[in-house]
């Protein structure tokens, strides 16, 4: 039955059945698994059918077609909804939703990337309707007609990333965005902070300038209104805000608190919620034809990596390292138009500006939002694009969940964190990230690297565009001296041996501004006769292993690391573990307390990790392997 062609009296029963089915099948699928959330499926399940089956365009057979239209399930937990939609349009076989939470299975507790009809994975509440930002932006870029639904629960709008995204949302004006909030008052423990008061929602939402509609989220003539009324207003997102019931259908559970995350038990339980569901089937009923998209004759942009021009710096110049990634990234976006770039109100300092220079159509200003930017930049990468976010590093750890679930989502996003360690000065503390190494070396699959000078710097650009994968670039408020060629290659997971001989005593590993303490420190015990190695460990990880246990077996199995960071999960915590199974030893010096204001260099020598510091480390270290001689 087509549904753009049958009339409403036809659809609404069709819709009625095909509801009931997605009712049906989350309750005998989290039934069989014995966990799961069925309570919250049958809240959202006439919304659901109302979108799929009576509105959405998209093509069932391939979900990433690259003009369907895009659904977010913000409320992960609803998840056998979702994958009973999907077994309702034919790409799900219906006996594998019975396999829902198997370890074997892909259709996993909350959804995940893992799945072709997932662009990123939801459960931490409040991130999809971010990530449903990004998705929304992608269709501009690609220039398709393309819209973006995304599904919110009423107990995540306590989420300040919500609002973030609701503030974002109406800033670039994306009219292609329709969000749901399943409105069903009650949450996990308790009733959602406004209960069933769809006005103080929608109040909220027209406050940060979206349409807001209300309706009855089990009437389906009024969902299908409102999603047609969303598809025909311009300039600003719309939220249908949804009165629900939680349990809807479920005798033992309608409108009950204390049912949350509770599976209906096998046995008497079960049989009668079927039966009462199963007599809520309109017979004669057929499920109606999904339209395609619309026929795009535009091409997307897509390819590899293209080269960049070599880096225009002469060895001796001064640059920092956040300008040259600003360099880099502008040059990247004239070789690769899925280049974008985010940025949260610190072009001017991360000089992601002049990426903005360049290309303002592929730049997204979020403001003081680094959620709702990591976010964004979640469903960009889902769709194709290669988004950079940069802030300073500190601040990217306020969205630190968010960087975990874009690890979990296998999102191909390059972070660039800047004013990272104590170098930074007189800022003092709070702005001084010393724990941002841990956070992404945390994440599976993320390249961490670390450049010390200008030429590293842009080179490492290019490295992580071309990365399948996460990254994170580390780059420095300081100017240091330029000490590569153009011409030097900085691949994942290598380093550069700076200096050494036949006769070194011990290995030095430094990345990024400890680089240049390590080659001070290496030219004052050269003067005393004390020959060292120095080891750039631009890559923080993968760590070169390689190159790291060769030079501690020729150097007395022992290294020395020193890194403007927190001795936990940084720079000395990736060269032990690449080396301990091979009998060398690492003395790490690393910063040990918070921090005061100070200039750079006297904040480096107070805090340990200066080349006075290296050179009493390997004094200690000389004294230690001197031969003991009797009296």
């Known amino acids: 039955m087509s549904v753009e062609g049958s009339s409403r009296s036809i659809l609404i029963p069709a819709l009625q059945t095909i509801a009931t089915r997605l009712r049906i099948e989350s309750v005998r699928a989290t039934s069989e698994a014995g966990s799961g959330h069925p309570s919250s499926c049958c809240s959202a399940a006439d919304i659901v059918a109302a979108l799929f089956f009576g509105h959405m365009r998209f093509n069932p057979t391939d979900p990433q077609w690259e003009d369907n239209d895009r659904f977010i399930l913000s409320k992960g937990h609803a998840a056998p909804l979702l994958y009973a939609a999907w077994a309702e349009a034919g790409f799900v076989e219906r006996s594998d939703l019975l396999r829902l939470r198997e370890l074997d299975c892909d259709l996993e507790g909350h959804p995940t990337p893992r799945l072709p009809f997932v662009d990123v994975a939801t459960g931490s509440l409040g991130q999809g309707i971010c990530a449903a930002i990004g998705v929304a932006l992608n269709a501009r870029r ?26 974002v949302g109406e800033c670039f004006a994306l009219d292609n965005l329709c969000g749901i909030t399943d409105v069903n008052a009650l949450g996990q423990s308790r009733a959602t902070q406004w209960g069933h008061d769809v006005d103080a929602y929608a109040a909220r939402w027209r406050a940060f300038g979206w349409h807001a509609l209300v309706v009855d989220g089990h009437d389906l003539q009024m969902i299908l209104d409102a999603l047609d009324e969303a598809r025909q207003t311009s300039g600003r997102p719309t939220m249908i805000v949804a009165r629900t019931l939680k349990g809807k259908g479920i005798p033992l559970m309608e409108g009950k608190n204390g049912c949350h995350g509770q599976a209906i038990k096998k046995g008497p339980d079960l049989d009668a919620t079927l039966a009462a569901l199963n007599s809520q089937l309109v017979d004669g009923t057929l499920t109606p034809t999904i339209p395609p998209p619309p026929a795009r004759p535009i091409e997307s942009p897509s390819g590899s990596v293209g080269e960049l021009p070599l880096p225009d710096y002469r060895l001796g110049d001064m640059v920092a390292t956040r300008e040259a990634y600003g360099t880099a990234l502008a040059a990247l ?5 899925r280049v974008i770039a985010l940025d949260a109100d610190v072009g001017n300092s991360t000089f992601s500006e002049k990426f903005e220079h360049a290309y303002p159509d592929r730049f997204y200003q979020t403001h003081i939002a680094e959620q709702v930017m990591v976010g964004a930049a979640m469903g960009l990468a889902s769709r194709g694009a290669i988004p950079f976010p940069s802030t300073f590093a500190c601040f990217l750890t306020r969205a630190s969940d968010f960087v975990r679930m874009a690890g979990v989502s296998g999102s191909n996003i390059k972070f660039a964190g800047s004013h990272a360690g104590v170098s930074i000065g007189e800022d003092g503390p709070s702005q001084m990230a010393l724990e941002d190494l841990a956070m992404m070396r945390a994440v599976p699959g993320c390249a961490v690297f670390y450049p010390c000078d200008g030429v590293s710097a842009e080179r490492i650009v290019a490295a992580a565009a071309r990365h399948q994968g996460m990254a994170y670039i580390r780059t420095s408020r300081p100017k240091t001296e330029v000490i590569y060629a153009p011409t030097e290659e900085f691949d994942v997971g290598g380093s550069k041996v700076l200096r050494e001989s036949g006769s070194d005593v011990v290995t030095v590993v430094a990345a990024g501004v400890t680089v240049f303490e390590a080659l001070a420190a290496y ?6 006769g004390i020959s060292i190695r120095v080891i750039d460990a631009y ?7 390689e190159t790291l246990v060769s030079a501690g077996l020729q150097t007395g199995r022992q290294l020395i690391t020193v890194e403007d960071h927190y001795s936990v999960g940084g720079l000395g915590d990736a060269v032990s573990e690449a080396v301990a199974d091979h009998g060398i030893t690492v003395a790490r010096l690393a910063v040990s307390e918070v921090p005061r204001s100070g200039r750079s260099a006297e904040l480096l020598e107070r805090y340990g990790i200066s080349s006075s510091h290296i050179i009493a480390a390997v004094h200690r270290q000389a004294k230690a392997d001197a031969p003991s001689h009797p009296r």
């Open 142 to 167: 690609i220039g398709s007609d393309y819209r973006t639904y995304v599904m919110v629960g009423d107990g995540e709008s306590a989420e300040g990333s919500v609002w973030e995204a609701a503030k």
């Open 333 to 337: 976006g004239r070789v690769d138009p």
């Open 523 to 528: 030219d004052h015990l050269r003067s005393e």
């Open 539 to 545: 890559s923080v990880q993968p760590v070169d292993t």
